[in-house]
Structures are given as C-alpha cells and as structure tokens.
C-alpha cells in the first residue's frame, strides 16, 4: 500500500483541541498545524537554500541552541505519496530535532507529475550532499550523518542508506551516513497494487531494485523502523519485514510497533504537544545520536 499525502489525511481528531476552531476554517490544515502549534526553542539557521537548480531542490536548517561544530547532522524527508508535500510544513520536525541536539535539514524534493522514480532519491542524494558541504558552517559535524523520514520520506531516507549508489552518484561518501530512521515506511510494497505507485514506479526496468528489502546488506547503517500497530495506509508488515532482513543479514536494527497509533499520528507525536502519545522522538533520537556518537 502506497503512503498517503498527509496535508490531505490530517484530520480534525489528531490536532490540539485549541486548534479545533482554527482548522476548521482552513484549507491545509498541516499548514496551520505547523504554523499555529506549539514548537521546542532552537534557531533557524538558513531557509530556503538551494542544493539544485529545480524551485524545489530547496532546504532549510534548524540549529540547536549553542551549537559549536560538533552537532550531529540529522536530514529529514517528508511523506506525501512522492505526489506533494512542502518542507515549511514540518518546521515542527526540524525544530524537534534541533532540541535534541541536531543540526536538523528539512529537504523538498522533486515530485509526481515532475518526476518519477528515481528522482527523488536523486534529489535525497544531493540534499545529503548540501548538508555534508555546509554543515560545519552552521554548527553540525558533516561526517556525522543521519538521515530521517516519515512515509514516502521514509523509503527516501532507507533507501538512500542502504542503496550506496545514490549517495556515490552525489559525490558523498555512504559511510559518513552514520545511521537510518524510518516512520511508518514502505520498503517492500510488491506487487504494485495501487495507481499512485504505479505511475511512479511502474516504468523502472528493474522494479524489484526499486524496494529497501532488496539492498540490505551486513554493512548497512544502523536502522531505527518504527510503525504504528494501527497503520492502516502503509502496513505494518513493510517495517517487519525490513527489519527482519536486516536482522538476519547482521544488520544493526531496532524495530518499534506503538499500540493506538496511526499513520498519521507516529509523524505527529514529534510535535511538542502531541508528544506524549507515544515516545517516538525519544526513541528515535536516542537511536540515532548512539550511532552517530
């Protein structure tokens, strides 16, 4: 199942009560979301720099508080069925990270109907690349890498771990990628089964190198794989079965399932007021500064 665009799935029942009224009214309630809510202190460093030429080959970058040039440097993508989705729209994320304690990149990428597969990961590979070029100007260590991703973004951040060539193909070394996390990821979703996949993906000559599942390798970064047990958009049996490759492989894989939570909701909980439904950012930030250390 392909992951949902989540400025369209983000309903009324997972915002703040005190956001209720003012989304009513609105027509992108994660717009609102991420400009009404709550967020943890950090600085924004830089917004909208460029690593292409493409309008959406854009990033920003939120820095902790104090950062001395010895941040590990974490870079975010964001879902949206590789069909929408907009950076500004999870300065919440970056702002999360930052907290605790990364240099923290929000990238756009190109999008459906602009691009196709591979293009995104392309984009990914580049993004990486910016941040390993200009990380130490804004406080962060550049051979200190992880990358991060809900969703969509989430197959981004995976398969540019453990596919090496795109990071190669980009100029970057794939060791300085230090560790991976994935939030409700699909990383083996074949046959294709749906019209938004399939417009993206169906062209590839070699589809089954288009899946996570097929790249693990023993070497791979250390991988954070959490899931919702009530994920009914992208199932939960994708982050099974990659970690259990990776497990069987010699990998290095922490695998999360937290009950009641959604697809929706795993992405949400990095928010400061959403927080306390379940303990995703803990987890996963703990996760990847121990591998980045």
């Known amino acids: 199942m392909p ?54 080959q854009r990033l920003d970058v939120y ?8 941040a590990p440097v974490a870079v975010f993508f964001y879902g949206g069925s ?3 989705g907009r950076r500004q729209d999870y300065n919440w994320v970056g702002r999360a990270l930052a907290a605790k304690g990364f240099l923290a990149v929000v990238a756009d990428y190109r999008i459906y109907p602009d691009v196709t597969y591979p293009a ?21 260590d550049p051979g200190r890498i992880v990358l991060a991703g809900h969703s969509a973004g989430a197959y981004n951040a995976v398969m ?16 300085t990628v230090r560790a991976v996390a994935g939030l409700a990821g699909p990383y083996d979703f074949l046959p294709i089964a749906s019209p938004i996949t399939e417009r993206i993906f169906g062209a590839t000559p ?12 023993s070497d791979a970064p250390p991988a954070f794989l959490a899931t919702g047990d009530d994920d009914e958009m992208v199932w939960p049996r994708n982050t ?11 990998a290095t894989v922490e695998e999360r399932h937290y009950p009641g939570v959604d697809h929706i909701r795993i992405i949400l909980a990095l928010s400061r007021p959403l927080r306390g439904r379940a303990p995703v950012l803990e987890e996963m930030t703990a996760f ?3 591998h980045a250390s």
């Open 120 to 140: 995104f990961l392309e984009d990914g590979a580049l993004a990486v690349r910016w941040a390993a070029d200009n990380a130490a100007a804004y406080g962060g």
């Open 63 to 70: 820095a902790p508080r104090g950062a001395r040039g010895s």
């Open 160 to 175: 540019l771990g453990l596919d090496r060539r795109w990071l190669a193909a980009a100029g970057v070394d794939p060791s």
């Open 288 to 290: 990847l500064r121990r």
């Open 240 to 250: 099974s079965r990659l970690a259990a490759k990776l497990r069987d492989a010699g």
């Open 3 to 56: 992951p949902p665009t989540l400025t369209k799935r983000l309903t009324l029942a997972a915002a703040p009560a005190v956001l209720l009224g003012a989304m009513t009214a609105a027509c992108t309630p994660l717009g609102l979301f991420a400009t009404l809510s709550p967020k943890d202190p950090s600085a924004v460093a830089v917004r909208g720099a460029a690593y292409g030429p493409h309008p959406r």
């Open 206 to 217: 070699d589809l089954p190198a288009t899946q996570p599942a097929a790249h693990v390798r």
């Open 82 to 84: 590789w069909d929408s």
